[in-house]
């Protein structure tokens, strides 16, 4: 193909970070994935070698290592163990960007991305009709993570027990010009994020009424789009460009000390993300986005970092028949622990909460969720997240908690086909449930 | 490259999932972590038991097709790079722990089981699998005995080599061969299982590997030693020794190295030391407090600044991880990490640091030195950017003058990592021409066809 060449030039704007590789190999200890395939070009060392070889023209097409290159989780373990410090998940969404524009984006993808993603309005009013609708499609299954599997086959759900969209998401329980409460001290924007607004809406009500009661003032900017990462993983940057242009305008209008998020990815995304992989921002686009990443943190750290928690007192039953607290694990979402170190953080809320936290063995292995990489290697994705599920129901737990939408829907999943009776919450619910028992 | 009825032979061992021919995928295969160029085999297969591997070896001797034998592809001199013309055999479905006896204190496990995997279901039982390279988060039991990898531990436990007690495998022919036993003493044969352990797949395939096993310490004791001169360190190496104390291990951090770990990962070293020596000591509680005490005061006694013992097992494992980020720090300086492993008599371990600080100078380049200081084993550490020609050729002539040191003071080009294609060009140096045709003529005999990782240690 005559424009190899052409795309080995653009591949050739990651050749620093690409050098920075000494193929010592040791991702492959914390690969999930190359634990199941135990194939060199599903572990970060050889993707890293094909993308080198694309910047040396060394194919005749794109396309093997493209396939190869989307075989990843982006789940960042390899990152935060690589001895030479190698940017794992900027070079790979990098390229993956350079690769979809060279190849051209699917009509399907163009169409979710650009259409639909990328167009906030639009997105939230097709989400809203779908979820009046699904019950059509699908049918609840009685189970204690609620989620809902396919009435009719359908190749791409298989037989996964997804979470169903809440007939009423997030934004819609708001004032239409946004919500503004005022608080005592710190003034906290927060942004909600695709999967908790049209998904988890509980996980953003209870994250208020944990806001409120701490006394911090919130403000949620009307009409948010998404924080842009599954544009950005199957290579659309420009979709991903607007999507932040949208947002950062948005959370200009007022002032506030921090942005919280409640879920791991988004705020992984707006910190590690938004500034590295914006394409062509100018100067003044550039500093805004560093000073906004500065500014993001993930809810929980916020919390116990910030404001600071105390263990809440169990005021619900002075007859004392409580059955004892609730055992609680943790898993760890990568885009928490690994992308921005925060660990600690959520297990102290759980905790404070009254609840006894109890670890499983690999806390902070991926679950498999990894986004678009669920849909398409559902196989490897499962396999993936049964090693998860297995190690959550060893501990005996009644409730797996985690701080991440996306690993929520995925850990569900995994209960729901094995018929387990673990409920699947964030810290925040955890914690704004006890709040709420101690309020008579 | 490879004709596609030998590639249909060979789907039929594997199956069609594990027969890989696209060249992204021999592109995966084509290096290893030496700094050396890569090479694209034809062909990569992952069998799955010793009837597919026998099989798969059997056909390439038919049909002369090199093999070459592939783990976690970590070694450091070049031993998994394959041929042109040839296949990658992977071992990463061959990972079975198959025996762990701890009645008769030895494991039996197949090529492809992770060095750290074993030595945690070992340490689970009460036992101790000694060996440490320190890839062994990811390096595999056949490649360890493939390159005969030794670790921190070496200078109390021994590499490798010390614990391999048998061995099954494949011959060039596709034969099946068994050598050593399950037994402590075993005087029948050649001792064939000593010859293959290093021979870097050049005379045979493992299918199987007899490991011995020893008690775990009851008790050990890590210490820090401070510096304010590198040799007054090192002094202290031979002093250590030359008072017949053995520690289980005994590594030296030189300035720069410390400033690059300190940088790296805010340990709290101090960075105006000129040195570091970690120590521990280990064995019967009594006898390692007994040797803490006579450690401390000879390192005190050779001028060390300062001696901190790790109180818990908690500063025990900040020393550790110390060590262990040497190279992670190292690596972030500049792209192209070159470590080398030329190891002297542990009595010249003064020398040889003065040696390499001189030979940085010389050569303009910047060389860390840590390493394996008890028991000779220093890693000069060159960093340097490949795609500057100029200076990487400095960085080549600064390798072939720490060889010719090693080899003047009685040492060996390589402690641990092998000869692979990396050394082969040297290896006349270390042990003269009538060695390698000796070793060249074993070959030949074994494997008439030279279908057995070819080009490694005798350079054809």
């Given amino acids: ?440 | 490259m490879i004709h596609k009825s030998i590639l249909d032979a060979l789907q039929k061992i594997v199956g069609k999932q594990h027969l890989l021919t696209q060249k992204e995928d021999m592109l995966t295969y084509s290096y290893d972590a030496a700094v050396l160029d890569p090479v694209m085999p034809a062909a990569a297969v992952i069998p799955e038991n010793a009837t597919q591997l026998g099989e798969i070896i059997a056909l390439c001797h038919e049909n002369h097709i090199p093999v070459t034998v592939r783990g976690s592809g970590t070694n450091l001199s070049g031993g998994t790079i394959p041929r042109t013309s040839g296949i990658v055999v992977l071992t990463g479905r061959m990972n079975r722990i198959i025996e762990i006896n701890e009645a008769d204190m030895y494991a039996v496990v197949e090529p492809g089981v992770v060095t750290a995997t074993l030595a945690a279901e070992v340490e689970k039982l009460g036992l101790f699998y000694p060996p440490d390279p320190g890839s062994m988060a990811v390096s595999t039991i056949g490649g360890n005995v493939a390159e005969n990898a030794g670790g921190l531990r070496g200078l109390k436990y021994g590499v490798t080599k010390d614990y391999v007690m048998g061995l099954q495998f494949f011959d060039a022919k596709g034969n099946y061969i068994k050598t050593g036993s399950r037994t402590v003493k075993c005087a029948t044969g050649y001792n064939i299982t000593g010859l293959m352990v290093g021979s870097e797949g050049t005379l045979g395939v493992l299918d199987q590997v007899i490991l011995k096993l020893i008690p775990a310490p009851k008790a050990r004791q890590a210490m820090v030693a401070v510096y304010d001169t590198i040799e007054q360190a090192s002094e202290t190496v031979a002093g250590i020794i030359s008072a017949r104390i053995v520690p289980a291990t005994l590594e030296i951090l030189d300035n720069f190295t410390i400033r690059a770990v300190e940088d790296f990962s805010k340990a709290g070293l101090p960075k105006d030391a000129a040195a570091l020596l970690l120590i521990e000591v280990d064995g019967h509680p009594a006898v390692v407090a007994e040797e803490a005490e006579q450690v401390k005061a000879l390192c005190l006694k050779m001028g060390a600044r300062s001696i901190d013992r790790a109180k818990d097992d908690a500063q025990r494992d900040r020393i550790w991880a110390a060590r262990r980020a040497a190279l992670s720090a190292l690596a972030q300086l500049k792209p192209t990490l070159v470590l080398e492993d030329a190891t002297v008599p542990r009595s010249r371990i003064p020398d040889m640091v003065r040696a390499l600080q001189e030979i940085g100078r010389k050569y303009k380049i910047d060389i860390g030195t840590f390493g394996h200081a008890g028991d000779g084993n220093l890693h000069p550490t060159i960093l340097t950017d490949r795609r500057n020609k100029e200076e990487f050729h400095r960085v080549e002539q600064a390798i072939e003058e720490i060889f010719d040191t090693a080899l003047a003071m009685g040492g060996t080009l390589s402690g641990e990592h092998g000869t692979g294609i990396a050394k082969a060009p040297f290896l006349e140096k270390e042990a003269g021409y009538s060695s390698i045709l000796f070793s060249r003529q074993l070959r030949a005999a074994l494997d008439p066809r030279n279908i057995l990782n070819p080009g490694k240690i005798t350079g054809v």
Avoid at chain 1, 301 to 308: A, E, K, M, P, S
Wanted: some cysteine; charged content about 20%; overall charge positive.
């Fill in chain 1, 1 to 440: 193909m005559a424009g190899m060449k052409e795309l080995a030039t653009l591949v050739k704007e990651l050749e620093e970070q690409l050098v920075t590789c000494i193929r010592c190999g040791m991702c492959q200890s914390v690969c999930p994935l190359f634990e199941q395939t135990r194939k060199e070009a599903d572990v970060a060392r050889g993707k890293l070698a094909l993308l080198t070889g694309l910047m040396d023209n060394i194919f005749t097409d794109p396309d093997g290592v493209n396939e190869r290159l989307n075989r990843c989780l982006l789940c960042g373990s390899c990152a935060a163990n690589c001895p030479s410090g190698v940017n794992v998940v900027e070079i790979f969404i990098k390229a993956r960007a350079i690769l979809a524009e060279y190849k051209g984006l699917s009509p399907a993808k163009k169409l979710i991305f650009r259409q639909l993603l990328a167009n906030p309005g639009r997105f939230d009013a097709m989400v809203e009709w779908a979820g009046r609708f699904q019950g059509l499609f699908t049918k609840p299954s009685a189970d204690a993570q609620g989620t809902s599997c396919a009435r009719l086959i359908s190749p791409l759900l298989a037989n996964r027990h997804f979470m169903p969209l809440s007939t009423t998401p997030f934004h819609k329980t708001l004032p239409k010009k946004g919500y503004t409460s005022t608080g005592s001290g710190l003034r906290a924007a927060f942004f909600t994020g695709c999967l908790i607004d049209k998904i988890f809406p509980n996980v953003a009500k209870a994250s208020l009424k944990v806001l409120s009661h701490h006394k911090v003032g919130v403000i949620i900017p009307p009409g948010q789009g998404c924080c842009g990462i599954p544009s950005l993983a199957s290579g659309d940057r420009d979709s991903f460009t607007r999507l932040v242009d949208h947002n950062l305008a948005l959370f200009e209008k007022e002032p506030f000390d921090v942005l919280v998020t409640a879920c791991a990815t988004c705020t992984s995304t707006i910190k590690k993300l938004w500034p590295t992989v914006y394409k062509n921002p100018s100067d003044v686009i550039q500093q805004k986005l560093r000073v906004l990443a500065e500014k993001t943190m993930d809810i929980n750290q916020f919390l116990v970092d910030r404001v600071g928690i105390d263990s809440l007192k169990n005021f619900s039953d002075p007859a004392g028949s409580d059955p004892g607290p609730d055992i609680v694990t943790y898993h760890d979402p990568c885009h928490l622990k690994k992308s921005l170190g925060v660990a600690e953080q959520p297990r102290q809320v759980i905790s404070a909460a009254g609840c006894q936290l109890k670890e499983m063995t690999g806390s902070d292995k991926c679950c498999g969720m990894g986004g678009s990489f669920n849909i398409y290697h559902y196989d490897l994705s499962s396999t993936i997240g049964t090693i998860k599920r297995e190690n959550i129901e060893k501990t005996g737990c009644t409730t797996v908690s985690t701080g991440c939408p996306a690993c929520m829907m995925q850990i569900s999943d995994m209960l729901g086909k094995a018929g387990s009776s673990i409920k699947v919450r964030h810290p925040m619910e955890i914690y704004a449930s006890r709040l709420e028992k101690n309020t008579p």
